[in-house]
């Protein structure tokens, strides 16, 4: 890290921890240099982000899909022994997450095309999407998609063909080649024979035959031996209805016929042809010319098993890699993908979760570990961590999310299925989540009511209340104050409006009083808010006497903080000036004795109360009182 000149002195670097996948940078004193009082300089804060990938707006929509399979594979029930139907279901899930990988490949491919600026990342970020295929399904094939007999090779054929396509490639460029000169004869071309070698090596002698039959000569008698032998080649499938030791009796069979023809010179006379019977004889030193073509060890190990031991079983695949690798430079020449799909070879599910969150995105870690958790693999491979390994792996891919403005959405899913940490972990992830708006904040409140942590959702709406007391957005203080259930919180925000009215002489965000209902019972000032309101309101409707009952109840009860009483005070001037009589005289006494203590708090030094508005009122009280004398006395 490079430091400027401002931060010349300062010794060392400090770190503090971000939200999610950030932390800060920053140059700092330590001792022994840093003495007491020492002022510091300034410097500047430099924010380190890792794994972003998943911000990306492509990858952001793998991450949303992706989340829909991991919420439908937890709400599934699987037996310890995985039965038939545990096994179809759990594939079935691994091949969800799959296509969606490739309707990615295939959006990053667009990408890529349609734009020059970013074209270079999104070929790698398609690129690193591909290794993740490539290993997944190779995953899915050794430890979800059991072969009855362990026979694997039929499946690691179809894993070769989905993912190398240079026989393809070959044959596009020979056809293109053939239509541009018309007249010229396909095998002049240069890959004319590299791609019936190619798609021999994949075991697809359909297409490899369909080749040779573009040859001029094809109708000649070394064509058609070679033809016959590629068109008699025994296939095993666990579908062909025949046993695997008869299958073994008729590929050695066919096999030594090969042989024979080759040590008999049936092609001596065409290198090329000679060449293809050489492959299906399983000859190394053939399979070892073949290696661009093949292009990595694991497509050579396939290809040579295909023509050497088609009849492997899977926990024997691993013995026949170091001589495939050993072609390729042996193991110094490996790369991480290397690794990886060798460790899947060796059913070593450990090394293969090390070196994928190693050296892959931690989406892909944490998906496969759940899947293999959910398929028994992690027990089977008797790790001892095994029931926190995979929870693990998700809080931290948890982490990664949280910290983007969308995706922590789909992270608290993800935190619901980690049962012993993810409680906690979504506590202080919704806690310290940057509350932009209110639309943001209520999101989260949801989440945390629908979770029963009560006690958060609270603590949000007080935040998000002073907040807004903050900005002088008093009625939306309120209402949040209510959504929070704080009495404390409430009884603040109700002084505040108090004070507010005092000072404009009338309420502000009226309709948000006068539906408060049994929410103004959270807390003795919200009460009292609540019922001064609907004070006013009875004496803006003319419903006097109800006002004045209402008036004097909340001064009698003590309801009304004595700081307020000169204004309820103040307010019942003009019902008692009214020549109609409105306050009993036993409301009238109650109103004197809350005047007198008024009167008394002044004579001990109480600043509270204006004496003249106290004469005022003591007057009009006293007139209303003999008012009252004679109506009353009347009456009676």
Not at 37 to 60: A, C, F, G, S, Y
Not at 392 to 412: C, T
Not at 596 to 603: D, F, G, V
Request: charged content about 25%.
């Amino acid at each position: 890290m490079a430091m400027s000149q401002a931060e010349e002195g300062l010794n060392c670097v400090s770190v503090e921890w971000g939200f999610g996948n950030k932390m800060l940078l920053y140059s700092s004193i330590r001792p022994p240099n840093c003495q007491p009082n020492t002022k510091v300089k300034e410097t500047i804060l430099r924010e380190i982000k890792w794994d972003v990938l998943m911000h990306q707006p492509i990858i952001r929509r793998l991450v949303n899909e992706s989340h829909d399979i991991f919420v439908s594979l937890q709400t599934q029930q699987f037996s310890v022994k995985q039965t038939g139907g545990d096994e179809r279901r759990l594939v079935s899930y691994s091949r969800n997450y799959r296509a969606i990988i490739h309707a990615c490949i295939l959006e990053l491919q667009r990408a890529a095309e349609s734009t020059l600026e970013e074209a270079d990342d999104y070929i790698m970020q398609s690129h690193l999407f591909r290794e993740i295929d490539l290993i997944w399904s190779l995953a899915e094939i050794f430890f979800l998609d059991k072969t009855p007999g362990g026979v694997i090779l039929p499946k690691l054929l179809e894993w070769v063909c989905w993912h190398f396509h240079g026989g393809e490639q070959l044959l596009q460029e020979l056809l293109h080649s053939v239509q541009r000169d018309e007249g010229s004869k396909p095998e002049r071309h240069n890959n004319y024979w590299p791609s019936v070698f190619s798609f021999v090596l994949q075991g697809r002698l359909v297409e490899a035959r369909k080749i040779l039959a573009l040859h001029s000569k094809y109708q000649s008698e070394a064509f058609q031996r070679l033809d016959e032998l590629l068109h008699r080649m025994p296939v095993y499938s666990p579908g062909s209805g025949y046993m695997l030791q008869e299958f073994e009796l008729k590929w050695r069979t066919w096999q030594d016929e090969c042989c024979r023809r080759v040590d008999g010179g049936d092609f001596s006379l065409h290198q090329e042809l000679e060449t293809v019977a050489k492959i299906l004889c399983g000859e190394e030193e053939t399979f070892e010319a073949m290696q661009d073509l093949c292009q990595n060890w694991y497509h050579m190990l396939i290809s040579k098993l295909l023509y050497t031991n088609p009849a492997v079983k899977e926990f024997d695949l691993q013995l026949c890699t170091q001589a495939c690798i050993d072609i390729y430079g042996g193991n110094t020449r490996l790369g991480p993908v290397d690794h990886i799909l060798l460790s899947v070879i060796e059913y070593n599910i450990n090394q293969v979760i090390t070196e994928s969150s190693t050296h892959l995105p931690l989406w892909f870690v944490a998906h496969i570990t759940d899947l293999l958790h959910h398929a028994g693999q992690l027990e089977f491979a008797r790790l001892q961590y095994a029931p926190v390994l995979r929870e693990f792996l998700l809080l931290d891919y948890v982490g990664v999310m949280m910290s983007h403005q969308s995706l922590w959405q789909v992270a608290v899913d993800y935190l619901d299925y980690c049962p012993v940490y993810g409680r906690n972990h979504l506590e202080i992830y919704l806690e310290r989540l940057p509350l932009e708006t209110e639309r943001k904040a209520l999101k989260v409140i949801r989440m945390c009511e629908q979770r029963d942590l009560l006690d958060l959702a609270s603590s949000i709406s007080k935040v998000m209340g002073m907040r807004a007391f903050h900005e002088g957005h008093l009625g939306t203080a309120l209402s949040w104050c209510l959504r929070s259930k704080n009495a404390a919180f409430a009884t603040f925000i109700s002084e505040k409006f108090l004070v507010d009215y005092a000072e404009h002489g009338d309420f502000s965000h009226m309709d948000m009083l006068d539906n408060l209902g049994q929410a103004m019972l959270l807390s003795s000032q919200l009460t009292f808010l609540g019922k001064y309101r609907e004070f006013h309101r009875l004496y803006e409707s003319s419903s006097f006497t109800a006002a004045a009952l209402l008036l004097t109840t909340l001064l009698t009860t003590r309801l009304a903080p004595r700081k307020v009483w000169l204004s309820l005070l103040t307010d019942a001037l003009p019902l008692l000036e009214r020549e109609e009589l409105v306050f009993s005289s036993e409301q009238t006494y109650e109103l004197l004795n809350c005047l007198e203590e008024l009167r008394m708090m002044e004579w001990m030094g109480k600043k509270i109360v204006d004496k003249e508005k106290l004469e005022l009122l003591r007057l009009a009280l006293t007139r209303n009182l003999g008012k009252a004398f004679i109506q009353e006395g009347s009456l009676n």
